[in-house]
């Protein structure tokens, strides 16, 4: 996907998995089944586990799992695994811990998503912004100039940073803009 981020991290491994990420399919291993119910799986030793994907984690001498999704908007957008070299019994409670941190990450990811998303589509607005002949002189809702295109700068001489952040009432081009105006529409 375009709007990719992927988090790796890991604590306490003989292996490293973050230089060589795992990629696993929905629906492939214990981790693709759990993006795909969105339920948590809690597992013993994995050794026997015909479900597991990653051969590395018997080689960990992994003796327990809990898998939790983590959740953004509604969907899963991956997987919170705790693993135990040692036999362990996750308590409910314990579960329900997981479960509150793999959202609170879930959603941090996705924000960290969006914000990535909106900064390229705001990269792009503003390069079809500066590429048109057209002066472009832009407010935001309380009418303070927040762009100024390359065209418009040409055009009424100005220099954006100087009127960045400026009300469009105050500015000291309009009797400028105003001249032009009057003049274009007495030829018209």
């Keep these: 996907e375009a709007n990719e981020l992927v988090l790796y991290a890991q604590r306490g491994w003989r292996y490293d998995f973050t230089s ?20 948590v799986l809690v597992t013993g030793d994995v050794s026997q586990d015909e479900r597991l994907y990653v051969p590395a984690f018997v080689q960990e001498g992994i003796k327990a799992m809990a898998l939790v999704p983590m959740r953004a908007r509604g969907r899963v957008i991956g997987v919170l695994s705790v693993m135990s070299r040692s036999q362990y019994q996750f308590s ?48 935001d809702e309380n009418g303070n100039i927040n762009l100024v295109n390359q065209a418009a700068e040409a055009l009424f001489g100005l ?9 469009l009432r105050e500015a000291v081009f309009l009797p400028q803009i105003k001249d032009r105006l009057g003049t274009a529409m007495r030829h018209s």
């Design 92 to 139: 409910k409670g314990e579960v329900s811990v997981l479960q509150v941190i793999a959202d609170q990450v879930g959603l941090a990811l996705d924000n960290a998503l969006l914000v990535d998303s909106i900064r390229a589509q705001q990269g792009r607005i503003e390069a079809i912004l500066h590429a048109t002949a057209d002066a472009i002189i832009a407010t």
């Design 159 to 167: 220099r954006t940073e100087e009127i960045l952040k400026t009300p």
């Design 20 to 39: 060589q990420p795992m990629r696993i399919k929905i629906g492939e291993g214990i981790s693709g089944t759990v993006v795909r119910t969105g339920d």
